[in-house]
């Protein structure tokens, strides 16, 4: 099975700051990665897929990047509602598809 | 939209049918994957149903323990776990697949989420 590590596991942040948070892969997953945003008690909320291509609707301070193991998500200024919970997902072909086990980004 | 079923309270050794309906889009034209998330915990892939014939997917530490169907006629998945033990309390999310270049999945829309109690 192909796992994920994001890292880190803990950010913390102030209103304003540009951050970025790394997921890495066990072997190459092509650009078939997403980003999911999850705020206490609610279901995740896709930001990003394909690697980097922005959801619709999602604002444009989130972006993505990377392939093949090394992955990135970057948002350029924090707004008080980012401070959440990222989770990067694998959906390479065949599954089992896996998460990364998460990040929390807290206020600093 | 993909709305669940309510919370449940089950106790160990009995078995649990959570539902997500959903509306807005052809239902058999995307299949639904279920996603569980133990209290303070990530997220993990349970499985993947189609919703077009039935045909299911399901992680192997579930196999033999989770069934996956659908009712095309109320747009409606359903997820059933039996053997419940205390390891199985969690939020039970439904979510929408993307299937895209024949080989890449992901996840865009989730449900609510319903969570499930397991204990005596």
């Known amino acids: 099975d192909i796992q994920l590590t994001q890292s880190p596991s803990f950010l913390s942040a102030s209103v304003g700051d540009r951050v970025s948070i790394t997921c890495r892969a066990s072997?190459?997953?092509?650009?078939?990665l997403a980003w999911y945003q999850q705020k206490s008690g609610k279901a995740p909320k896709l930001l990003i897929y394909?690697?980097?291509t922005l959801q619709f609707g999602v604002p444009s301070r989130f972006s993505g990047s990377g392939s093949g193991t090394e992955f990135t998500l970057t948002i350029s200024s924090l707004q008080p509602e980012d401070f959440a919970t990222y989770y990067c997902l694998q959906g390479n072909r065949n599954p089992p598809y896996t998460f990364g086990q998460g990040t929390k980004l807290e206020i600093k | 939209q993909l709305m669940q079923s309510g919370a449940e309270v089950k106790k160990p050794g009995a078995s649990v049918k959570v539902s997500c309906k959903a509306s807005g889009y052809s239902f058999t034209s995307e299949g639904i994957h279920w996603v569980r998330q133990a209290p303070g915990q990530g997220l993990e892939w349970m499985g993947w149903l189609s919703t077009y014939n039935g045909n299911t997917n399901y992680a192997q530490k579930f196999q033999g323990r989770v069934t996956m169907t659908s009712d095309a006629s109320t747009t409606t998945a359903f997820l059933e776990l039996t053997s419940l033990t205390s390891d199985d309390t969690a939020v039970y999310y439904c979510?929408?697949?993307?299937?895209?270049?024949?080989?890449?999945?992901?996840?865009?829309?989730w449900g609510q989420g319903t969570l499930v109690t397991v204990s005596s």
């Open positions: 979510a929408r697949d993307q299937y895209k270049w024949n080989s890449y999945v992901y996840f865009d829309y």
């Open positions: 394909a690697a980097s």
């Open positions: 072997q190459d997953i092509n650009n078939y």
